[in-house]
């Protein structure tokens, strides 16, 4: 009985320090008490009766022995009910320390793989504090075998992306020179670009309404502050890898990009002001008709899912707030920007009532 119990009792503590989750404490618990109950009953048979033939020892030893009986029977049910679990807990609880040095290994083996010439990299030098911290952790959760098996995880992703950024470093310094003449292509091409917004913003005075183009007045200034930016973080970025830094170029690349970007988005701000102004000046019922359709269609919905009462009167209202966007559209310069977000907001709501009645079934 005793060595059955101790092969259970192992296995279940491998599964509780593993899985928790799995509670084979709980369900062990009443088998373990009644193995130490025959043992006991054993222990006090031994001690008073040792060598003593009387009725009373006899007795008490046949219950010492039907009680250590029935005890190994309910170790074996306990354990042929939860083998698998048991076995498999056991044997991953006795392969966590290899699991540990197996990971600390690999962590050496990937800091071995750095080259000198290299080293100085930021992204280098990242993955292997990243290595490092992966492993004091995994140092510090050695007898927590749970703990141990994620940390020695982390320690071979950790490694693992080490061993890719040494992998990348090699080519880091043509892939800097590449983006270093990308950018420079690119600011060339959006300058070129920014040339358009003061003719394009001269339109828009010119043929609509001051209002229509009152958030754009500051564009052409900040488009061109966003390219003399490019301009410095491309000059810093071709010292950076002069200095033998690449790394440090392609960030400024990065950022080079980025400024770029936001010029782009504050040029075309501006010429699709136009475009879309002048093709609302060209047909004003058009985008208002897409919007009363929407109205009639979520009309259509409150009315096929009995929800009139919840939604008509909403609903209602906004044909009101239709009729009220189009009173912008007088004058000589109608404001066609104020009428369109009008629209817009309208057409916003709309969805929104349209989205709660479909989900209210």
Same mark, same amino acid.
């Not at 009910?81 to 990971?103: I, M, Y």
């Not at 010439?117 to 492993?135: M, V």
């Given at each position: 009985?005793?060595?059955?119990?101790?092969?259970?009792?192992?296995?279940?503590? @491998?599964?509780?320090?593993?899985?928790?989750?799995?509670?084979? @404490?709980?369900?062990?618990?009443?088998?373990?008490?009644?193995?130490?109950?025959?043992?006991?009953?054993?222990?006090?048979?031994?001690?008073?009766?040792?060598?003593?033939?009387?009725?009373?020892?006899?007795?008490?030893?046949?219950?010492?022995?039907?009680?250590? $009986?029935?005890?190994?029977?309910?170790?074996?049910?306990?354990?042929?009910? $939860?083998?698998?679990?048991?076995?498999?807990?056991?044997?991953?609880?006795?392969?966590?320390?290899?699991?540990?040095?197996?990971?600390?290994?690999?962590?050496?083996?990937?800091?071995?793989?750095?080259?000198?010439?290299?080293?100085?990299?930021?992204?280098?030098?990242?993955?292997?504090?990243?290595?490092?911290?992966?492993?004091?952790?995994?140092?510090?959760?050695?007898?927590?075998?749970?703990?141990?098996?994620?940390?020695?995880?982390?320690?071979?992703?950790?490694?693992?992306?080490?061993?890719?950024?040494?992998?990348?470093?090699?080519?880091?310094?043509?892939?800097?020179?590449?983006?270093?003449?990308?950018?420079?292509?690119?600011?060339?091409? /959006?300058?070129?670009?920014?040339?358009?917004?003061?003719?394009?913003?001269?339109?828009?005075?010119?043929?609509?309404?001051?209002?229509?183009?009152?958030?754009?007045?500051?564009?052409?200034?900040?488009?061109?502050? $966003?390219?003399?930016?490019?301009?410095?973080?491309?000059?810093?970025?071709?010292?950076?890898?002069?200095?033998?830094?690449?790394?440090?170029?392609?960030?400024?690349?990065?950022?080079?990009?980025? $400024?770029?970007?936001?010029?782009?988005?504050?040029?075309?701000? /501006?010429?699709?002001?136009?475009?879309?102004?002048?093709?609302?000046?060209?047909?004003?019922?058009?985008?208002?008709?897409?919007?009363?359709?929407?109205?009639?269609?979520?009309?259509?919905?409150?009315?096929?899912?009995?929800?009139?009462?919840?939604?008509?009167?909403?609903?209602?209202?906004?044909?009101?707030?239709?009729?009220?966007?189009?009173?912008?559209?007088?004058?000589?310069?109608?404001?066609?920007?104020?009428?369109?977000?009008?629209?817009?907001?309208?057409? /916003?709501?709309?969805?929104?009532?349209?989205?709660?009645?479909?989900?209210?079934?």
């Amino acid at each position: 009985m005793d060595k059955r119990q101790s092969i259970a009792s192992a296995g279940v503590e @491998a599964s509780t320090a593993l899985r928790p989750e799995d509670r084979l @404490a709980v369900r062990w618990a009443d088998t373990e008490k009644q193995c130490f109950d025959a043992g006991a009953a054993y222990l006090t048979a031994t001690d008073r009766f040792d060598g003593i033939t009387t009725a009373a020892a006899r007795s008490a030893f046949d219950n010492a022995t039907r009680l250590l $009986h029935n005890a190994s029977a309910a170790v074996d049910r306990f354990y042929d009910a $939860h083998r698998g679990t048991l076995e498999q807990a056991s044997a991953q609880f006795a392969a966590t320390p290899r699991l540990v040095q197996d990971a600390l290994k690999e962590a050496d083996a990937a800091r071995a793989t750095v080259d000198e010439q290299y080293a100085g990299y930021p992204s280098l030098r990242l993955a292997w504090r990243e290595l490092d911290s992966a492993t004091t952790q995994l140092q510090s959760n050695q007898r927590d075998p749970l703990r141990a098996r994620e940390s020695a995880a982390q320690v071979r992703e950790r490694a693992a992306a080490l061993r890719a950024a040494v992998d990348s470093a090699p080519g880091r310094l043509q892939e800097a020179r590449t983006a270093l003449s990308s950018v420079r292509t690119r600011i060339e091409a /959006v300058r070129t670009r920014s040339e358009g917004i003061a003719p394009a913003f001269s339109s828009l005075l010119r043929e609509f309404n001051a209002k229509s183009s009152a958030d754009l007045s500051r564009n052409e200034r900040s488009s061109a502050r $966003h390219i003399e930016q490019a301009d410095e973080d491309l000059r810093a970025a071709r010292s950076a890898l002069d200095a033998g830094n690449p790394e440090q170029s392609l960030d400024l690349v990065t950022q080079a990009r980025q $400024h770029l970007s936001d010029a782009e988005h504050l040029v075309d701000a /501006v010429t699709d002001r136009v475009r879309l102004l002048r093709a609302v000046k060209a047909d004003p019922k058009e985008t208002e008709n897409k919007v009363r359709f929407k109205l009639r269609d979520a009309q259509q919905l409150a009315i096929n899912r009995g929800l009139v009462a919840e939604w008509g009167s909403v609903l209602d209202a906004q044909l009101a707030r239709i009729d009220r966007a189009s009173t912008a559209l007088t004058g000589t310069h109608p404001d066609y920007w104020s009428y369109l977000q009008d629209l817009d907001t309208i057409s /916003v709501f709309i969805a929104g009532v349209i989205e709660r009645m479909r989900s209210s079934h």
